[in-house]
C-alpha cells in the first residue's frame, strides 16, 4: 500500500486554512487542519473535509456537453472550442460587442489559474456587458476604496490580532470564516480580543454565533446601519473625543457638515439605539487603546451599502485607528495583486434598461436579466458564465431563469449541470482543485498576517480533462479577431502563456514582488522553488504601516469626503425623515444567512455536508409566530414584490422581531439539474424573492437585505410555492 501525506491550503473560502491530506491507495483517508501553517494553525471546517467528495462525486462532469433535442450529448473538446467561439463570434459579428455579455462567479477568485489567465480570455471575448458577483457582495467596499484610497482593491483589514475593540456590522466570520478579513479560526482570535482586556461588539439583527462570543450584541432594523455610523462619527468630532487624523487626510471639515444632522438624538428611534448607548459605544471606541470597525456583507448588500462603508472607513480613521496596529491595516502580499490590477472607475458606461453605472469595468449583476429581456436591439444575446450559479445568487432569480432560456447562445464554464448552467448550450468542466496547484493571489492581499503558500496538486488530472487555464486559453486564441499583426501578438501571447501555466507566471510575479528573489541566480527572497520548500507556508510577518506610500491617489492623500458619497448623504437624510413618520406596524422584512455545512450556491450535493435535518428554513421569532399562527416546523409563504416560496418554519428569539431570515444558495428544485443529492432536499431560493430594483442607488450593488415581505401561515393542502412558479428548462 502506498501512503503519502500532502499539505494544501483550503481553496474554498477567504480563510485559507493550511490542511493535511491523507491519501492511500489514490483515496483519500483524511483530510485535517495543518498544524504548521502559520497563518490557520490547524483550523479546519467541515467544508474542507468535504473536498474529498467534490473530488469523487460522480455528478461532476468531466467532458464537454452540448445541450441537445434529446438531453445533454458528450462532445470532444477542439468541436466545443470551436463551436464556443464560432457563436459567440456571429453573435458579436451580428450584433455587436453589447450583445455578448459575461458573469464571473466567486470561486474564479478562488482559483489562481483562473485569475491569471481570465483577464487575456476577457480581453479577446470583449463582451459589452460584464458582470460578477461583485455586485451581489463586496461592491461597495470597492468603490469606496477607489474614492477615498484611489484604487478598488486597496482594502483596509482589521488588525484582528492587536486590537482592543472589535466592533463587527453585518458580518458573521464565526459562521463565514471571515471575509475582506482572511483570518482563519475567528473565534480563537475573537476570544483571545477579550483575553487581553478588549471587547467585541456586534451589529446585527440576528443574535449570530459571533454575536455569542461577544461582549455585547445590538439588534438593527435591516438597513439602518448608515444612521448608526453616522452618528457614531458626529459623536467622535462632535464631543472632540479623538481626532489622531493622519495629515495626508483631506476633507474633514466637508465629513463634519455631511454628519451634521445624525446626531445620536436624531436617529436613535429609527436605529432602535438608545441614543446613550450610541454616545457611550462612540466613546468607548475612542477610548480602547486600538479599536476597529468592521462591516460586512450585511451592511453592504444594502440601500446604502456604499455609505455604510465609507463611513466605517471615517470612523476608523478619524478615531486614528488607521493603518495603525490594532485598528484597520494595508496588506504586503508575495504577490503585489494591486499592481496588476486596474486602479477600477466609475460612471463610464451604463446599463441598457436602467441607466445604472459602471463601476470597476462591470455593470451591477442586478440589471443582468432585464438586459436580456429589453425590447431593444441592443440588447444581451449571449453570455459566458464561468464558476457561477447567478439564478440561485442574484435578485430576482425567476426573472434570470426565464431570460437565460431565451438566449440565442449561452456557454457555462463549470463542473455541473446546476440552476444556471442548465440553459447553456455548452458546458465546458474545468478539473477540480485537488487535481490542480493553488497559490492565493487574492486571499493573501485581505489577510491579518502576510503569509504565502503554494500547494501542488494531489492528484493528476484524467486524462483528457482540462483546467480552467487551459479552457480560457483555448478559447482566448480562437475569439481573438482584428488584423494580422493583433492576431500574431495573440498567438505569441498564447504560445508564452502555455509554456508558462499559472506556476510559471506565479514564480515570476514572487520574483517581482516585495519578497522577491529577483531575476539574479543566486541570491535570496521569494521564488517558486522557495515556497515549494516549504509546504506549510511562509511567514512574512504582521501588518506593517505603509501611509501614504501606499496610496494610489493622485495626490498621495486620502480622501476623506469624495463628492458622490457626500452627494449620497442626502438619500439618507430623506430616509431618515420617512422613517421617522411611518415606522411604526412596518410589516416583515427579509435577511439572509449563511451555514457552516453549505458553501453559497454550491456543494449540497456532498454527503458530508448535507446529514442532519433540513436547514433551508425560515428564521421567525417566537411573539411573530404566535401571531402569525406558525408554529416550529411547520410551513409558511413568504410574498414579496417579486415572488414567494414556501419553507419550514423554525422559531428562535435569536432574531429580531419583525425580521426574518432564510439561508440563500438553495432551491435546487428546476428542472434538469444533475446534482443528485441537493435534488433530494432543495430548499428554496431567497433570491426568489429579493428584488432587482432594490439596489444601493450609488454602487449599484444589489441589495439584498431588508427585503419587504408578507409572511403566512400554509394552508394544509397548498401545492408548494415554487412547484407553482417554476421554470422549465429548455432541454
Ligand atoms: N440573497 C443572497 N444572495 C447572495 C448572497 C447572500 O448572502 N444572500 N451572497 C452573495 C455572495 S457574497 C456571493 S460571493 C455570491 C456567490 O454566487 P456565485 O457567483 O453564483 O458563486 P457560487 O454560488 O459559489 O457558484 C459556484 C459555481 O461555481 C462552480 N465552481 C466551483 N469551483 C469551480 C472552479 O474551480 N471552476 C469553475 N469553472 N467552476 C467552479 C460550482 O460548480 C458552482 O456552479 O452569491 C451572492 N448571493
Ligand atoms: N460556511 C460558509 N462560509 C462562507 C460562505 C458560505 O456560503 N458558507 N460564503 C463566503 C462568501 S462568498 C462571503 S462573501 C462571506 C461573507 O461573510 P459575512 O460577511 O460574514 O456574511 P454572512 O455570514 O452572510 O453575515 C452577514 C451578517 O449580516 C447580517 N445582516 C443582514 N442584514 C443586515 C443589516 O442590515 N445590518 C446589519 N448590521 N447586519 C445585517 C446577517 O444577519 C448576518 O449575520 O462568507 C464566505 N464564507
Ligand atoms: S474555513 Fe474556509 S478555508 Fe478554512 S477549511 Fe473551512 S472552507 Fe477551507
Ligand atoms: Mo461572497
Known sequence: MSSTTHYRACNLCEAICGLEIRVDDGRIVSIRGDADDPLSRGHICPKAVALQDVHTDADRLKRPLRRAAGGWQEIGWDEAFDEAAGRLKAVRAEHGRDAVALYLGNPNVHNYGSLLYGPPFVKALRPGRRYSATSVDQLP??????????????????????????????????????????????????????????????????????ARLADRHYF????????????????????????????????????????????????????GIAADEIRGLAREFCAAPSAVCYGRMGISVQEFGSLCQWLV?????????????????????????????????????HSLVRGLSEAGGELPVATMAEDMLADDPRRTRALVTAAGNPVLSTPNGRQLDRALAGLDFMLSI?????????HAHLILPPTAALEHDHYDLAFHLLAIRNTARYSPPLFDPEPGTRHDWQILQELAARLADGGPGKRLRAAAAHWVGKRLGPAGTLDLLLRRGPYGAGFRPFGSGLNLRRLRAAPHGVDLGGLEPCMPERLFTRDQRIALAPEPLVRDVQRLGRSLAETRTDDAGRGFVLISRRQVRSNNSWMHNYPRLMRGKDRCTLLVHPDDAERLGLAEGGRAVVTSRIGSVEAPVELTADIMPGVVSLPHGWGHHRSGVRMETAAARPGVSVNDLTDHERIDALSGNAALSGVPVEVRAVEPAEPAAWEKAAVPSQA
Not at 474614492?147 to 472589535?166: A, E, K, S, W
Not at 438597513?223 to 481626532?243: F, P
Not at 478619524?318 to 477600477?344: E, Q, S, W, Y
Not at 463549470?414 to 442548465?422: A, G
Request: net charge positive; glycine share 10%; no cysteine.
Open 141 to 210: 467596499h470597492q468603490l469606496v476604496a477607489y474614492f477615498m484610497f484611489g484604487h478598488q482593491l486597496l482594502l483596509p483589514i482589521p488588525d484582528l490580532d492587536r486590537t482592543h475593540f472589535f466592533l463587527v456590522l453585518g458580518g458573521n466570520p464565526v459562521v463565514s470564516n471571515g471575509s475582506l478579513m482572511t483570518a482563519p479560526d475567528v473565534k480563537k482570535r475573537m476570544k483571545a480580543v477579550r483575553e487581553r482586556g478588549g471587547k467585541v461588539v456586534v451589529v446585527d439583527p440576528r443574535h449570530t454565533e459571533t
Open 220 to 271: 438593527i432594523r435591516p438597513g439602518r446601519d448608515a444612521l448608526l455610523l453616522a452618528a457614531l462619527v458626529h459623536t467622535v468630532l462632535d464631543e472632540e473625543l479623538s481626532l489622531r487624523l493622519p495629515a495626508f487626510a483631506h476633507g474633514l471639515d466637508a465629513v463634519r457638515r455631511a454628519v451634521a444632522g445624525f446626531a445620536p438624538e436624531a436617529v436613535a428611534a429609527a436605529v
Open 313 to 349: 472607513n471615517v470612523l476608523n480613521l478619524v478615531t486614528g485607528n488607521f493603518d495603525r496596529p490594532g485598528g484597520a491595516m494595508f496588506t504586503k502580499p508575495a504577490v503585489d495583486t494591486l499592481r496588476f490590477i486596474g486602479r477600477g472607475g466609475y460612471g463610464r458606461w
Open 414 to 422: 463549470d463542473f455541473y449541470v446546476n440552476e444556471t448552467t442548465r
